[in-house]
């Protein structure tokens, strides 16, 4: 079998974005932040989304290799079973583990008021995690179950057995899903939170611009999938790690839309680009789409057919922004903007291809967006059709203050030179919820970026 390497692009005299251009912090600072981000969030936040909720007592459980997801955010780390307890005594917030591997960082004992170290003995962590609970007798205890919420779901079957066990049928009885405390705990932002991550969005956001530049392309030499290996790359050089998606580059050209990170094709004067991608960095995820033109040769802009697509698709985003206000369920912005595009005369997609999908000449609009920050597509209200199967109760949930979602849509918009086949203009900001409305964490993109041939 022969490997073939791909060819890379011709070097370019640009200015390279640099992890000292960006600001970007070094490993023992990034820990710091998250560390004292971490200790704010619980100490600000948890005992007033347990009292929101009636739950006095939300235990925690994981073992190695099998992390609960909220288990980073509570100072959580690897062990053959732990247990973080977090109980209101009706004045303070209580906050116990119990642990069989000592840490090798200062978070856990900065965060917790009682740590219980059991290591390799042969109790291990039950009788702990018995005294812990009976002691304080709780009326609800909240654990992490979720029939729809992945993040809220964390706890297995086994550990739900080895906590029964461990606490009695009396206490057991108690129990009760915490998923709503996982929700408002994780999605509610700190104004500390949203600073740093607009910083994220803004590394974002350079990262994916250079990627769509002479930096990153040679016209008729760089492929969809050498940028994309390009990308990966330059993030680790800065600093940074991909987030759980890779980077998708997509080529439309006269109105065909390649595949993702097509190996073969290299771009080409005329070309339109797309990305969709991600970058992470001290336990967040940003979500960020941008979208180029390779100008052709006595070219100074982007044809005025295709400048009208992308203010068209702002058009759309505009309005959807509109829709977005505290309060208002997911699935009801997601209907109100799509009755608006369809009175625009927009056929309307649907995100997993349940039901009309637009033909490819005529004007069409899809609003998919969501959650995000510390997962991609993450805990707090979706905005998108009622789909249980899809979604679960997240396209229910309101939209809610100090909350981030991703503004996400494509509007498809015919191009007379390309015999009315479509150009798919792709949307993807990130906006924190405030109490008149969404804000954008950085600026949008207001037009195509432009790439010299």
Same mark, same amino acid.
């Given at each position: ?184 705990? =994780?999605?509610?932002? #700190?104004?500390?939170?949203? /600073?740093?991550?607009?910083? *994220?969005? &803004?590394?974002? !956001? ?25 990308? =990966?790359?330059?993030? #680790?050089?800065?600093?940074? /790690?991909?987030?759980?998606? *890779?980077? &998708?580059?997509? !080529? ?202």
């Amino acid at each position: 079998m022969t490997i073939r390497l791909s060819e890379p692009p011709l070097p370019s005299p640009l200015p390279r974005i640099s992890r000292e251009s960006l600001g970007i912090p070094s490993e023992r600072d990034r820990y710091a932040l998250k560390r004292d981000l971490t200790i704010q969030k619980v100490n600000t936040l948890l005992l007033p989304t347990m009292r929101k909720h009636g739950i006095d007592m939300w235990i925690v459980l994981d073992r190695e290799y099998h992390p609960d997801p909220l288990a980073r955010e509570i100072g959580g780390r690897g062990g053959v079973r732990n247990a973080h307890i977090f109980y209101d005594n009706g004045e303070t917030l209580e906050k116990i583990f119990i642990f069989s591997h000592g840490s090798r960082v200062d978070l856990v004992s900065m965060l917790y008021d009682e740590l219980i170290h059991y290591g390799y003995r042969p109790e291990g962590l039950k009788p702990h995690l018995r005294e812990a609970v009976q002691k304080r007798n709780p009326k609800k205890i909240g654990l992490n179950m979720s029939p729809t919420i992945p993040m809220a779901d964390g706890l297995s079957v086994e550990l739900k057995k080895y906590l029964d066990d461990a606490i009695g049928p009396d206490l057991a009885a108690r129990e009760v899903s915490a998923e709503l405390v996982a929700r408002d705990f =994780r999605a509610t932002r #700190l104004p500390v939170e949203t /600073e740093l991550y607009r910083k *994220l969005v &803004g590394w974002t !956001v350079a990262w994916e611009e250079e990627g769509f530049s002479r930096v990153g392309i040679t016209p008729g030499v760089t492929t969809p999938d050498y940028l994309h290996w390009w990308w =990966r790359e330059r993030a #680790l050089e800065i600093g940074l /790690e991909i987030c759980s998606f *890779l980077p &998708g580059c997509r !080529v439309i050209r006269n109105g065909y839309h390649s595949m993702i990170n097509d190996p073969n094709e290299p771009f080409q004067p005329g070309d339109v680009l797309s990305i969709d991608a991600g970058l992470q960095f001290a336990g967040y995820h940003t979500d960020i789409k941008r979208m180029a033109y390779i100008l052709k040769p006595g070219e100074t802009e982007a044809p005025a057919s295709l400048q009208k697509a992308y203010r068209d698709a702002k058009k759309v985003t505009d309005a959807l922004c509109g829709f977005m206000v505290p309060g208002r369920p997911g699935y009801e912005v997601w209907q109100m903007t799509t009755d608006w595009a369809a009175e625009e005369g927009y056929e309307i997609s649907y995100p997993l291809g349940s039901g009309v999908s637009a033909a490819s000449t005529a004007p069409e609009v899809g609003i998919y967006c969501h959650s995000v920050g510390t997962d991609v597509h993450d805990i707090g209200a979706w905005i998108s059709e009622i789909n249980p199967e899809g979604f679960g109760d997240r396209v229910t949930f309101p939209m809610t203050p100090d909350n981030w979602y991703s503004v996400e849509l494509h509007v498809s918009t015919p191009i007379p030179e390309w015999d009315n086949r479509i150009v798919k203009c792709t949307i993807e900001e990130t906006a924190v919820m405030t109490e008149h409305g969404p804000e954008l964490i950085v600026p949008r993109q207001e037009e195509l970026l432009l790439i010299p041939s």
